[in-house]
């Protein structure tokens, strides 16, 4: 792992977790270094069972992508959040220990696509706001261009079943709900 000077540190909500395209790349620039991810055994278990309950085929990829997520990132765990979870006043009370962990990690920002369910007035107090994931990659990438269009590279030189051009790569970004991230990375297409 690289590491890269960033005092971004961010919860990681389930429902960015789910689309494989965009977990991939949230992984991939936290594991550069770009910003420093943070989720709980609940986000985990929450996007696992959810993944599973829609695509019952894939369950031992997923049990094994879980797995690989507790080992490789085993420092983003974050625990010790259960007794703020009281505490807390939001929309949907499920949704509380993400906000808990937040606060327990010093997190600035939840990546969620959930935003009515994190409303800015009450996470203004405790310093957090919500981006979606598409917001949030591309601000990263746009503070980190090189670093960005390199991790974007080796992302794309994963996949080789097919494999993608340049261009269709960037394609696939955006079918895959992340135009913003790829409108920046178009910049730098000669080095993805």
């Known amino acids: 792992m690289s590491f890269v000077a960033n005092p971004f540190v961010v919860i990681l909500d389930a429902n960015v977790l789910y689309p494989f395209r965009t977990r991939d790349v949230l992984f991939s620039f936290a594991q550069a ?6 989720f709980t055994d609940e986000i985990l278990d929450e996007w696992t069972r959810s993944l599973i309950e829609n ?14 997520i507790r080992d490789v990132f085993d420092e983003c765990l974050v625990t010790g959040h259960a007794p703020l979870i009281p505490g ?18 010093s997190a600035q920002i939840i990546v969620t696509e959930n935003h009515k369910d994190f409303p800015a007035d009450r996470l203004e107090e405790y310093g957090v706001e919500t ?32 494999p993608f051009t340049r261009s269709e790569f960037l394609m696939d970004l955006i079918k895959s709900g992340l135009p913003k991230l790829a409108a920046l990375a178009r910049v730098d297409i000669e080095y993805l």
């Open 88 to 105: 807390l006043l939001l929309p949907d009370e499920d949704d509380r220990h993400v906000l808990a962990a937040a606060i327990k990690c």
């Open 131 to 162: 981006l979606g994931a598409d917001e949030f990659l591309a601000n990263t990438y746009d503070l980190f261009p090189k670093d960005g269009a390199r991790v974007l590279k080796e992302v794309r030189l994963r996949y080789d079943n097919p």
């Open 55 to 68: 695509r019952p085929q894939f369950e031992a990829s997923v049990r094994q992508q879980e797995a690989a």
């Open 33 to 38: 270094g770009l910003f420093r991810a943070r």
